[in-house]
């Protein structure tokens, strides 16, 4: 078959088929350009995202990752800084806020500096604590202390603790620090327990003995907290025992000392005793005293069992020695005792001892003592101290001014020097016994008193101070403080020379008494004489007036009326405040500031009194006193002096002492 086309046709079939293809490819590129547009804009949000999330990540973030980039930033750009954020601490926060949050507290820390701690029994270091938590939110509590060692001390500011050792042992030691938390409104929200621990070794002390020779090793000193310091010794019997290299210690002498470590600081820490010998054999004691008169002593010579041993004694006129090492004091001196040991058929090897013969006295006689009081006595003729004891001692005790020991359950006080104190009225035997002596001293215990230890007086009179209780053998001195004021004789006879307080001190077996004389004007000593007269009768306001009944401005317009002194009114006493006005009106007053100086008020003064509380009358005073004068007492040495005044008090007419100085408003003085 064939077929015919049309070809104009075909020629439109043709046309169209290219218009479309063009069409297709036309919308397929901007088709393209759409998508790649949108992925740019994307590309670029995505890139601003990435940039304000970095700018978010917390200041500890700092490190490059695997691929290079810094933070999330490509490191290419040399000219682009680096984002970094200050750390903010614990305190300041708190400083800030005034309290912490959880949040704020999941960076807290506290930890001891070391894990492990050395110390030595008894001692005490400081270990360091690390730890930002700051204190006014915390709390301490430690652990256990009924272990090897314990803590206390804490310094929040230093950030250390103490560690004590209790006793020889290893043991875990804690801290607990309790944090409160808020919310972030301040409320309380809770608290959070952080716990510190550490192994304690505590280090035991030692005792050792040593021969000549031999060494003992130390590791004190390999600790860190000990690494500083030095071994040294202390002489307790002997000299210069042992010597240290490094950590060894050796003894190269006969002795016993006590062994310290001590820092640069002169800080001590006692770490042992050691026992140096020679051969096993040595003197008790490497000096001895023994007084002349006493009874013969056997020095000691241990680890000789078996032995031959010669004695002999360097000076035989001052002590003998006998073939079994018994000593024999003659005269005051010194010698040197020897023991020749025979340590085997062909050598002999000598010991020594020195022996001090001595001539033990009490540097006191029989003597008197008041009750109450106490004298110090001692020993003269000896370096050696001495074991005291009273014969009676509900009336008289020794207490010995060095150490105490106990022998069999017996306890001696041991020293060169003792106080006896007197407690009763009595007699008793004051014993010493030292080397080898037995020292006595006769002591009797008195009572003394002063009959009378104030006096109102004039001058130009005389008085004689009277005193008992005293026994044979009492000492009494009386000795005046202002002579130019006041004279005593040796048998306490007293002549008032001038106006004012004139004290006597009375001295007498070791008690001191002060007798004040308080001379004044005749009109003012005769008011005050007045008044006393009074003392003990009853307080009443309603019947002032009446016979037997005072209150405290009628016993002053009373006392004062016999001198010829009314106050403004012959017949009726003024109240307090209007005897006042009266003093200031006639001028018959002093400053009120004299209320503070007592040398400036005198024997027959008016102390008025007025309060803060206004009660109508002038400088509301509520009530008067009158002064007496001063009344002195002997205290460590200085006399102590008091005001005494005699008023109506409120229920009798009574002394007493000056009392509520700051309220007194007007000191009269009537006779002025």
Known sequence: MRILTNSKKNKFIRTRDF??????????????????????????ASSAAGNKAYKNLPSDISGRNNAGIKNGINDGDENEPAVEEEDVSLEDIYKEKGFLTE?????????????????????TIYAGLKCNIPEGVSRIEYGDISGAAGLSGYSYKDKTVGIEGFFAGTVTVSMKLYVTFSDEDGLYA????????SVVKVLPTFTVKLMLGESYNLDYTDYDEY??????SERVIGSGCVEFSENNMTAVAVGQSAIYIEGEDGKKIRIGFVYTEADNICFAESAVNRAVGSVPYKLQLNNVDGRTVTWSSSQPLV??????????????????ITATVKLSDTKNTAYTCM???????????????AKGCSMEIGINGTTSGGSWSSSNGIVAGVQAGGIYYSNTSMYYNYGATASVQAYKKGTAVISVEVDGVVRTVFVTVTEPKIKKDFYIVTKGTKHVIKLSGTAA??????????????????????RVKKTGYCPVIVDVDGARFVVSFNSGNKKAVKAVNNALKAEGAIYSQARRMQKGYYDCSSLVWRSYKGTGMYFGDRHYAPVAANEAAYCVRTKKNVPAKYINKPDKLNVGDLIFYGGSKKNGRYKNIYHVAIYMGQSGESF???????????????SRVSQGFLYNQQNCVVVGRPYK
């Open 636 to 650: 460590g040495g200085k006399i102590y002096t008091y005001g005494r005044i005699v008023h109506a008090n409120g």
């Open 103 to 123: 949040k704020d507290i999941e960076s807290a820390f506290f930890e001891f500096d070391k894990k492990e701690y050395a110390v030595i029994y008894g001692d």
């Open 355 to 369: 022996l001090n013969v001595t001539n033990p006295v009490l540097n006191v006689s029989s003597f008197n003592l």
């Open 190 to 197: 809770g608290e959070k327990m952080f716990e510190a621990k």
């Open 319 to 336: 002590a003998s020695v006998g073939d079994d090492g018994t000593v024999t004091p003659i005269s005051v001196g010194s010698t040197v």
């Open 227 to 232: 690494s500083g310091m030095t071994y040294v």
């Open 473 to 494: 053998g009492s000492t009494v001195t009386f000795t005046s403080v202002n002579k130019k004021a006041a004279s005593v004789s040796s048998k306490g006879i007293v």
């Open 19 to 44: 218009t479309y293809v063009l069409l297709k490819y036309v919308l397929s590129a901007v088709m393209l350009c759409f998508i790649v547009s949108a992925v740019c804009e994307r590309a670029e």
